[in-house]
């Protein structure tokens, strides 16, 4: 909030606001049968009605207001056919009373579907008071489009702008000149929407800056400070300026300043500075005090005001002279510094050219019979490669430095990058081919699918990287940790002897396989704990958090308990995910707590399966890959709102609330979300609430627009991420584990 900013006093009514618009009316608006909020009277006293309207897109309204008259006012707000909505996508108009820039006293929330009992058209009345309302319409699994109201007084629209004056104080002499410093305060007032910024100049070219507190000026000589306001309403006053002058106070100093100089900048081999060179002056004067520093750029050039450092570009021998002034008029004596500026290398701003060859036997149907070697080249002109990276169906980017052997039976996308010395990363390719059934060979009988780039054991990274082994099986593979083990000495037997077949294999070495056995001493399987077979990852420390990463709007905090908490203050739609590896058929259990600000209730859910959220080739934003991609099994307790509530599988399986099911909020509750091939379990509080079978032929309109459906792209295999759906749908997490089926 700006330091003049005159409504603090809001704070309070936002609170209050809160908890009315939760204890309103039904379909989440103030409707005709109750009060407006803010004390406004009722339909009959409404002196103006507003409209919004909405179509199918996303981004924008298809019309919206922008001002309004301060008082009783009907609402309108229409998503309809008649509007233009040819989707059925339910929208909503919100007031948002959370921002403390703008006004907070109408928490407005309606939605509208074309398909619903009003036929998407709905009212509302409520009283509007002068300043600025921030709106905005969030539609279910997307972001939100918003605009700005501007509300005046009664009696029209505000187009008068802010009067202003200003007041200089301080010592005069007899000439009428300030002695020492002078003070300049600049008063605004606005009696139509309020004043909105204050702003101040310093002479005739200086730039305009807030004005906060009074400006002091203690430079000896003439002075001009120049003066402007702008109300709520966008009204700017001309501009206006005062003059004074300011003259040291008496003083006995003869002593001219000390000043020096310093140059900085990249240099080459020879000294010379590349593209430029940045001179610093400084200067003190312990008697009257430093008046002014001055520059000038080579043996002719003029005096300059020194206001900070000076940037020289020009390519050449240069030499930049400085002097400074104190307030009793001693100059210093002329000093310089010289330097040689030199053009910089050229800059190679273009990434490399990538390609990729696929090769190996083929049947009649095209798909490769014994497997498919996978070679990724690239070339750049400039300053040449320095890295090719490629991704096995939609996994984390690997180093290649040699052909990639593809043998397992099915289908399969590499994608393939190349980045060059420079830094500059070409655009992800893909390539995909199938490996045919009979021909191909089959997947190897691995205990356990790990495809991550370092053997971790439990949660332990041992920083070896995990290989794949001669029964092409990588070593994280072999360690089973995911198996449910009766004891920790039982485990340590077994990746001993895993360990010793590896290093006589040549797999890996002796300070490596030490590094292994010390994770699995550390990951503490087969102890109390870890006899369901459960791997913790989320458990309440630091180390497990920072595993996580966090995507989009929003975010999470670490709490001291060990739960995480979505932030109240951090706005936006986001994802908190755990990119450390996929998983495929699995149970995963967790608890999560509505922690929603009043009587409301929190929006969340839990992203299973979906791809790796970074360099997507389909969709640019990380956090929209798991909406587009996986699943999201909803976590949402509102009795109104949103019609896919908790357990539902977000835009395809849509569950009511049980109310046997649902508990006080503030209340933990146990998630598991249990999935084999294709069929997902939802289970909460040990009650199974949910299933899903995704066919990949249902035919399903999901709220998304541009969601793909039920088709091949919902993955057999994927990650686990938490929704954060905003800063007021406040939600906790802890003790989160899988186990792999």
Not at 282 to 292: L, Q, Y
């Amino acid at each position: 909030m700006r330091a003049s900013d005159p409504r603090p006093a809001r704070i309070g009514t936002a609170l209050l606001a809160v908890l009315l618009m939760v204890l309103g009316p039904t379909n989440g608006a103030w409707g005709r049968e109750a009060p407006a909020p803010g004390g406004g009277a009722g339909p009959e006293a409404a002196v103006q009605t507003l409209t919004w309207t909405a179509g199918d897109a996303i981004d924008k309204y298809v019309t919206q207001p922008t001002t309004a008259v301060a008082g009783p006012t009907t609402i309108v707000f229409e998503n309809s056919a008649a509007t233009g909505n040819t989707t059925g996508m339910p929208h909503t108009l919100t007031f948002d009373v959370s921002d403390p820039e703008y006004n907070n006293d109408v928490p407005l929330n309606i939605l509208a579907n074309p398909s619903d009992a009003n036929g998407g058209r709905h009212t509302a009345e409520v009283t509007l008071t002068p300043g600025r309302y921030l709106f905005k319409c969030t539609i279910p699994g997307h972001g939100a489009m918003q605009g700005v109201l501007v509300v005046t007084e009664g009696g029209g629209e505000d187009t008068a702008p802010p009067e202003t004056s200003a007041k200089v104080d301080g010592t005069k002499n007899a000439d009428g000149a300030y002695v020492g410093q002078a003070t300049v305060s600049v008063t605004a007032a606005d009696a139509g929407s309020g004043v909105e910024r204050t702003e101040f100049a310093v002479g005739a070219d200086g730039a305009w800056q807030p004005y906060t507190n009074p400006v002091v000026v203690d430079r000896v000589g003439a002075h001009e400070i120049r003066y402007r306001a702008t109300d709520r309403a966008g009204n700017t006053a001309a501009e206006k300026s005062v003059g004074f002058a300011v003259v040291a106070p008496p003083t006995d100093d003869t002593t001219a300043p000390e000043t020096s100089a310093t140059v900085s900048g990249e240099k080459d081999a020879e000294g010379r500075y590349i593209d430029m060179a940045t001179v610093t002056v400084t200067a003190s004067d312990a008697g009257s005090g430093v008046n002014t520093i001055e520059y000038a750029l080579g043996a002719g050039g003029a005096w300059t005001a020194y206001a900070g450092p000076v940037m020289v570009h020009e390519t050449g021998e240069r030499t930049v002279r400085y002097r400074a002034t104190d307030k009793a008029g001693n100059v210093a004596a002329e000093k310089s510094v010289s330097f040689t500026v030199v053009a910089p290398p050229a800059v190679d701003k273009t990434p490399p050219e990538t390609s990729v060859k696929v090769e190996g036997a083929k049947n009649s149907d095209g798909a490769y019979v014994t497997g498919a070697k996978v070679t990724v080249s690239a070339t750049d002109a400039d300053s040449g490669v320095d890295r090719i990276e490629y991704s096995l169906d939609g996994g984390p980017y690997l180093a290649h430095t040699a052909p990639v052997l593809v043998d397992r039976v099915g289908r399969h996308t590499v994608a393939y990058r190349a980045t060059d010395r420079a830094g500059n990363t070409a655009a992800a390719k893909t390539t995909a081919f199938t490996v045919a059934e009979g021909g191909g060979v089959p997947a190897p009988s691995c205990p356990e699918h790990d495809e991550r780039l370092t053997v971790i054991v439990g949660t332990v990274d041992s920083g070896v990287p995990n290989r794949m082994t001669r029964g092409r099986c990588t070593i994280g593979e072999l360690i089973e940790d995911e198996k449910s083990w009766s004891s920790h000495a039982l485990f340590l037997k077994h990746v001993g002897k895993v360990l010793d077949g590896l290093l006589a294999d040549g797999v890996i070495g002796g300070r490596e396989r030490k590094k292994i056995n010390q994770a699995a001493k550390q990951s503490g399987i087969g102890t109390p704990g870890q006899t369901e077979g459960y791997t913790p990852i989320l458990d309440g420390t630091a180390s497990s958090f920072a595993k996580w990463q966090h995507v989009g709007g929003g975010s999470f905090g670490l709490n001291a308990d060990g739960s995480i908490t979505s932030s109240t203050t951090v706005p936006g739609m986001g994802m908190l995910w755990f990119p450390q590896r996929k998983y495929g058929d699995f149970s995963l259990k967790l608890q999560w707590r509505d922690d929603a600000p009043g009587n409301g209730n929190a929006n969340g859910g839990v992203f299973v399966r979906f791809p790796r959220v970074h360099d997507h080739p389909e969709e640019p934003r990380p956090e929209w890959v798991a909406i587009k991609y996986g699943h999201e099994v909803q976590v949402l307790d509102r009795p109104d709102g949103d019609t896919y509530k908790t357990g539902s599988l977000y835009g395809f399986d849509r569950v009511g609330l049980a109310g046997a099911h649902v508990t006080p909020k503030g209340t933990w509750n146990d998630y598991e979300i249990r999935v084999v091939d294709q069929h997902y379990s939802v289970f909460r509080n040990g009650v199974l609430i949910n299933e899903f079978e995704n066919t990949g032929g249902q035919t399903f309109t999901p709220p998304r627009g541009d969601d793909p459906g039920t088709d091949g792209r919902r993955f057999a295999s994927g990650y686990i991420g938490l929704q954060v759906h905003g800063a007021t749908d406040v939600i906790s997490y802890r003790d989160i584990r899988v186990r792999e089926l």
